[in-house]
C-alpha cells in the first residue's frame, strides 16, 4: 500500500491539495478555490487521494469536509526510516544502547540527557519504548528485555495563532472596576 501512496502523491496538485489540508479543513470547492483549479479535477484528485487512505471525508448534513490522515500519511514515511539493531546487558540504559547507533546526538542538562539530534539534524526528540511514550529521561530508563525503540523528532505545527494585544487602559480599569 505505500507504494500506492507515493505514486498518488506523484501528482504536484495532490501534493499541494495535502500542503493545504495541514493547515485546515476545507470542503472540495473550497479547496478548489484556494488551488485555483475546477471543482471536477479537484474531486478527481481528492478521491484518488481517499483510494489510498491520506485524506478522509466527514460528513457533516449534506456537507463533506476533507482532511488529512496524518497517522496514514506518517506510516508512508516511515518507509525512509533508519533500523538498528543493538545488543547491551540487561539493566543497561536506553542512553548506553543509543550511544551505540551511529548519527544519535546526545546532550546532557543537569542530571538528564537528552536526543538533541538524529544525523545532525538538530530538534526536540522524544522516545517511545514498545509504542508508548515513557516519563523516565534516557539515561535512567533501564532496559530488561527485547524492546522496540522509535526515537520521534517533534516538529512544530502551528495550530492556533492568538494574537493579544495589552493596553495599560485596559489594566487601569479592570483595577478600578
Known sequence: MQGEIFKALGSKTRVAMIKCLLHREYHVSGLARALGIS??????????????G???????????????????????????SDEYDVEVEQ????LSALKEVAGVGLK????????????NEEGFYVYEVNGKLPD???????LDKVQEIEIKRLVPVVKKKVRIKVSTTAKIEKKQG
Open 91 to 94: 539493566g543497561a540504559s536506553l
Open 54 to 80: 491520506v485524506l478522509e471525508n466527514e460528513v457533516f448534513g449534506k456537507t463533506h469536509v476533507l482532511r488529512v490522515n496524518r497517522n496514514r500519511l506518517y506510516e508512508a514515511m516511515d518507509t525512509f
Open 108 to 119: 546532557r542538562v543537569a542530571d538528564r540527557e537528552y536526543i538533541v539530534s538524529i544525523d
Open 39 to 52: 471543482v471536477p479535477v479537484a474531486a478527481k484528485h481528492v478521491k484518488i487521494l481517499e483510494n489510498v
Open 136 to 142: 523516565t529521561p534516557i539515561n535512567e530508563y533501564k
